[in-house]
């Protein structure tokens, strides 16, 4: 039976969010409400405004089956929003574990940090490409969940709750009666929503959803406050003999590199930078076999990506997922749709293997040739092949750089391999 993947919570789950690629705003700030009142129920209204009801909702295992799973289960806010929960092998999952302590999921559980940027779900969508030798692009983007089945972060967060591998919960009428059960959600929702609002459980877990997203578009997701953040606003200088500013300039670079080919959305330089173009491409991941053997997923299954979504029916699309946002990827592994590369240093060398003539021709996880794409039609090769070989001082000095990518409340979690120099 197809497993689905575990990607909890609002858009947490990862997935997330509506809004325009082309917004310069950051997401709006928790109510400005510090103080309690009463609510005509006799509670104490605490939660007084949707983010804060929105973050109490988030972080409630209460909402699955078994009472042991919250959005916050899979999207831990001390970890960039990812799942760090780790398997019998000490390693961290490539996919996550569901309320139910068995199921597992067959896609990687993104973080859900910055997707209140990703534009709403379109199947034409357009958008112009910087530092890059290739065409504007057009077609799917933006959307919530990896195949953007859930056109914004509402719609995502109605998702994990009633996912029998992740929450669990039978139907959203159960749920409903999951918050019924708490005085101060009553007292919240009439005071948010309307007196009404529990008259209908759909009205009802659509206001759930929607709380979430608030919450979802705060400054607690989205803080844009790396060291290249601070580079932007002179707080942080790049040592020009460094690794990372070499990392940087390559980046960037229209003529060695295709990495801003998807992952730039604005003009060098300029903030709010989220380093996805919120694209759709087969970039030749094989399927993770080891992850399929431990879930008992059907070893010949076959993860069509964004031919999943309802509204695309064109075998062209078949094997693409959404290009994710590089904020914080040093400390979010492991990668791709997937999971199936734990380390940083592999991805680099997957993207350069496509190279002709690359040098890394094996996969340094396993010591063997890469395998063949889960996928292998609609290849991006265009994309792919763009640029240059890479050398390992390049893939070194490119991880360095990307490094500086983590918001600063996390850099603690970042590798101590002496590595960079940041």
Not at 378 to 394: F, M, P, Q, Y
Request: proline residues 5%.
């Amino acid at each position: 039976m197809k497993k689905t993947l575990s990607v909890l919570a609002v858009v947490a789950a990862l997935q997330a969010c509506g809004g325009s690629s082309g917004s310069t705003s950051t997401p709006s700030a928790p109510g400005s409400s510090s103080t309690s009142s009463s609510s005509s129920s006799g509670v104490m209204l605490t939660l007084n405004t949707r983010e804060k009801l929105g973050e109490a909702l988030f972080h409630d295992v209460n909402l699955s089956a078994n009472r042991s799973q919250a959005c916050a289960t899979c999207h831990v806010p001390e970890h960039a929003f990812a799942d760090n929960r780790t398997g019998p092998d000490s390693q961290v999952r490539a996919t996550s574990l569901g309320d139910d302590g068995v199921s597992l999921g067959d896609r990687n559980t993104p973080t859900a940090a910055y997707a209140a940027f990703a534009p709403e779900f379109t199947t034409q969508g357009n958008r112009a490409r910087l530092n890059s030798e290739q065409s504007d692009y057009e077609g799917p983007l933006g959307g919530q969940f990896l195949d953007g089945r859930a056109a914004g972060l509402a719609d995502q967060a109605k998702g994990p709750p009633v996912n029998p591998v992740e929450m669990g919960m039978e139907d959203e009428a159960s749920v409903v009666e999951r918050l019924k059960e708490n005085d101060e959600y009553l007292a919240a929702f009439n005071f948010l929503f309307g007196d009404t609002v529990f008259d209908d459980p759909a009205a009802t877990y659509q206001a759930m959803a929607d709380a979430i997203e608030a919450f979802e578009r705060t400054d607690a997701f989205a803080s844009f406050d790396s060291k290249y953040d601070k580079s932007l606003r002179g707080e942080y200088t790049y040592s020009p003999i460094s690794k990372a500013a070499a990392g940087k300039a390559l980046f960037f670079s229209q003529q060695f590199t295709n990495c801003a080919t998807c992952h730039q959305l604005r003009p060098t330089g300029q903030a709010g930078e989220t380093f996805t173009g919120y694209e759709y491409h087969n970039i030749g991941v094989p399927a993770n076999t080891a992850s399929r053997e431990t879930s008992g997923q059907d070893l010949t299954f076959v993860d069509h990506g964004l031919l999943d979504h309802p509204d695309i029916t064109a075998s062209s699309e078949e094997g693409k997922f959404k290009v994710p946002t590089l904020r914080n990827v040093a400390i979010t592994a492991p990668y791709m749709h997937n999971g199936v590369f734990r380390e940083l240093t592999t991805v680099l060398e997957f993207y350069d293997h496509f190279q002709p003539e690359s040098e890394h021709t094996l996969n340094p996880e396993t010591g063997l040739a890469w395998e063949n794409p889960e996928v292998d039609a609609n290849i991006a090769e265009a994309e792919l092949l763009d640029g240059r070989k890479l050398s390992d001082t390049d893939i070194e000095n490119l991880e360095c750089f990307l490094r500086t990518l983590t918001d600063e409340r996390f850099e603690h979690l970042l590798p101590d391999d002496g590595k960079c120099d940041l």
